[in-house]
């Protein structure tokens, strides 16, 4: 069975720090991994993904994702925190076998910048 | 081009009643899905459309059904509805081109409060 883990409910940063949120995912095959950002009140909207190729996928807003086959992490980046970051962020994986477009998602982390 | 659309985006039943929940996806999208926000359990997966055929079901009672119309729209109904109902249901369209891998990333509506009372 496929599954997500997001080991932090919150993470904390200053503004102008990095900031990583964890994610570790467990599927039978291999995966396709996405991540998403939620604002209050809103909908989930599309961060980046990794398919296959290169480790460190660039998405938007300036964040990055590192992903580790052996660790089966999935780590969310930015190089320097903005106040407009904090939101809840998800991780998703969907098995590549799978021909449904189901995902799975991690239970969130609440992302807060501080000035 | 326009994004998913959600309808209505908030709405007020009681136990018993019954809803209706509407959803355009994003033009020459062909796949919705739809999934089941609330803080105890998170988001969780309720059903995958994709021309007009039910593709997957999550772990749901009868209760919740769907239906995607030809023109890729999809509607979800919840009969009976219970307190724990209360939710935050959103859709998301994915592009699904035949002959194409498609990599699944879906997007998102902005979703449909539920309160039942």
């Known amino acids: 069975a496929q599954s997500v883990a997001q080991p932090e409910d919150q993470v904390n940063v200053a503004e102008g720090n990095p900031l990583t949120v964890k994610c570790t995912y467990s599927?039978?095959?291999?995966?396709?991994l996405f991540w998403y950002v939620q604002y209050p009140n809103r909908g989930l909207q599309f961060l980046l993904k990794y398919i296959t190729g290169d480790n460190l996928v660039k998405g938007s807003y300036g964040f990055e994702a590192e992903f580790n086959k052996s660790q089966t992490s999935f780590h969310l980046k930015k190089p320097s925190a903005l106040v407009s970051d904090s939101a809840l962020y998800f991780c998703a994986v969907r098995d590549m076998g799978d021909s449904s477009y189901k995902l799975i998602f991690g239970s969130g982390t609440r992302l807060l910048v501080r000035p | 081009k326009a994004g998913v659309t959600q309808t209505p985006r908030y709405l007020i039943k009681t136990r018993g009643q019954q809803v209706t929940l509407s959803c355009s996806p994003i033009?020459?999208?062909?796949?919705v899905s739809w999934y089941q926000q609330t803080p105890g359990q998170g988001l969780q997966f309720l059903f995958e459309y994709f021309s007009e055929t039910q593709r997957n079901k999550g772990n749901f009672p009868g209760r919740f059904s769907g239906r995607q119309f030809s023109n890729s729209r999809s509607e979800m109904n919840v009969s009976t509805l219970e307190l724990g109902d209360s939710a935050l249901y959103l859709c998301a369209s994915s592009l699904a081109r035949r002959g194409v891998t498609n990599t699944g990333e879906l997007f998102f509506g902005e979703g449909s409060r539920l309160t039942v009372l």
């Open positions: 599927v039978s095959g291999n995966p396709y």
């Open positions: 033009s020459g999208h062909r796949s």
